[in-house]
């Protein structure tokens, strides 16, 4: 592999305007990549921007609501015409509300659904055949250790992470030999403006700036499937995907107060 930020084309990052992808983007920008991030709020990427002009990589903003496949395809087209083919597409673009059960709403579902599932298909239905074209490129697709499995006021969020996390296992088998690598990456909890809404404690909370490092690592030098991170929580989410019902209920009930 070429050296990480010198390496031939764009890295495409969704939800680049906070958290995890402007975290992310910076730290890829600081190793001299060429960038392009998109999130709707334009404002975000331009304070991104700004702050880019002192790495040694290239940013470029393209803001655009991902819900929209029409937008999605646009924004896609200009990156491999004006900037250079896709060669990672990081699809981390989402959000989290919480719905409890009592409060079950069909449409915080489906808003939820289109913010995290819709998004990522948008983006690989936008960029998959130039990179099978070019027989290269890597797809990573960011779920949640949440998709493991159900967890309270998470019926809306946790379904659509656990269909992420499933999309990814499948297209991982289907584009086996295409040239065309599937990442699957499920943070815990990262400090960022989502997780700045909750109100609970949240285990092994981990800095931002080290989600971002963790994620660069992987992308640029791993080759593992999925990309979890922090690792402690990582394992406890493992362990319990692995128990029965009887064990795992009574475990998270507990776990969540
Ligand atoms: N933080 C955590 O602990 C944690 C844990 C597990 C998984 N994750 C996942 O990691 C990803 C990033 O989370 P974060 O904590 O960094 O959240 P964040 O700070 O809220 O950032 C989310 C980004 O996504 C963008 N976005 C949302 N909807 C969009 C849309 N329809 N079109 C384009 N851009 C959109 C937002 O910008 P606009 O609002 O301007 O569009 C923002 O830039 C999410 O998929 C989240 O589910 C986070």
Redesign the pocket.
């Known amino acids: 592999m070429t050296a990480a930020g010198t390496a031939p084309g764009t890295v495409w990052i969704?939800?680049?305007?906070?958290?995890?992808?402007?975290a992310t983007a910076l730290r890829f920008l600081r190793a001299g990549a060429v960038v392009a991030g998109?999130?709707?709020?334009a404002e975000?990427l331009d304070s991104l921007a700004a702050e880019a002009a002192g790495c040694t990589g290239r940013f470029h903003a393209l803001p655009?609501?991902?819900?929209e496949a029409a937008a999605t395809a646009a924004v896609v087209r200009r990156i491999e015409t004006e900037i250079g083919p896709v060669r990672l597409a990081l699809l981390?673009?989402?959000?989290?509300r919480p719905m409890p059960g009592r409060d079950f709403s069909a449409a915080t579902l489906r808003q939820l659904l289109e913010?995290?599932v819709m998004?990522a298909a948008n983006g690989i239905e936008a960029v998959l055949p130039a990179m099978l074209a070019r027989r290269s490129g890597q797809i990573a697709i960011?779920a949640?250790?949440?998709g493991y499995g159900g967890l309270p006021t998470a019926a809306a969020y946790g379904a659509g992470?656990a269909a992420l996390i499933n999309m990814a296992e499948a297209l991982r088998l289907d584009l086996e030999g295409s040239g065309v690598a599937v990442r699957l990456v499920n943070?815990?909890?990262?400090k960022?403006?989502?997780?700045d809404r909750n109100r609970f404690p949240m285990p092994f909370l981990m800095p931002v700036e080290a989600a971002a490092a963790r994620l660069w690592q992987a992308l640029e030098y791993g080759r593992q499937f999925e990309i979890v991170f922090p690792w402690q929580f990582a394992l406890i989410m493992k362990a319990l995907r692995l128990l029965p019902y009887p064990a795992y209920f009574p475990l998270v009930r507990r776990a969540t107060g």
């Open positions: 969704t939800g680049a305007g906070s958290g995890i992808g402007r998109t999130a709707r709020r975000t655009a609501d991902l819900t981390n673009a989402g959000t989290h913010a995290n998004t960011v949640s250790l949440a992470k943070p815990g909890f990262v960022t403006p989502l997780t």
